[in-house]
């Protein structure tokens, strides 16, 4: 079993950045894609990002390019969403989720642990 806790949410103005952090343990290794998700109130859960187990590849959904980023260290069991000009429409819970295949990033079926989540709002 892998174990995923993220923390860094809150609430947060239009135009401010937040950085979230997903802590993994338990039966960790390295080689796991990792990918970000997000649920907002009413919608469906919706993939943000994802990284390869080396960090040389990264994806991202349209709705958030060039203003998220994904990061990872493996010596720290750690994966990073730094969310930059954050709008209204970024509110959402965001879930942490290791996975299987990179290829199948874009897949909440693809991931087969989950953090509990962390809460992001942002105010206009």
Same mark, same amino acid.
């Given at each position: $079993?892998?174990? &995923?806790?993220? +923390? !860094?949410? !809150? &609430?947060?103005? /239009?135009?401010? +950045? *937040?950085?979230l +952090?997903c /802590?993994? #343990? ?12 997000? $649920? =907002?109130?009413? %919608?469906?859960?919706e993939?943000? /990002? /994802?990284?390869?187990? +080396?960090?040389?590849?990264? #994806?991202?959904?349209?709705?958030? %390019? !060039? ?7 493996n =010596? %720290?069991n #750690?994966?990073y &969403?730094?969310?930059?000009? *954050?709008?209204?429409g970024?509110?959402?819970v ?20 989950w !953090?509990?989540g962390? $809460? ?5």
């Amino acid at each position: $079993q892998v174990q &995923l806790v993220e +923390s !860094g949410g !809150g &609430l947060v103005q /239009a135009g401010a +950045s *937040l950085r979230l +952090s997903c /802590a993994a #343990s338990g039966r960790t290794r390295s080689t796991y894609p990792m990918g970000w998700f997000r $649920q =907002a109130p009413g %919608k469906e859960r919706e993939f943000v /990002a /994802a990284i390869t187990w +080396s960090g040389g590849s990264t #994806s991202y959904a349209d709705s958030v %390019k !060039g203003r998220f980023t994904i990061s990872r260290d493996n =010596a %720290k069991n #750690s994966v990073y &969403l730094q969310m930059n000009s *954050l709008k209204p429409g970024d509110t959402a819970v965001y879930y942490c989720a290791a996975g299987r295949d990179y290829s199948r990033r874009y897949y909440s079926g693809n991931y087969d642990y989950w !953090g509990q989540g962390t $809460q992001v709002t942002v105010s206009s």
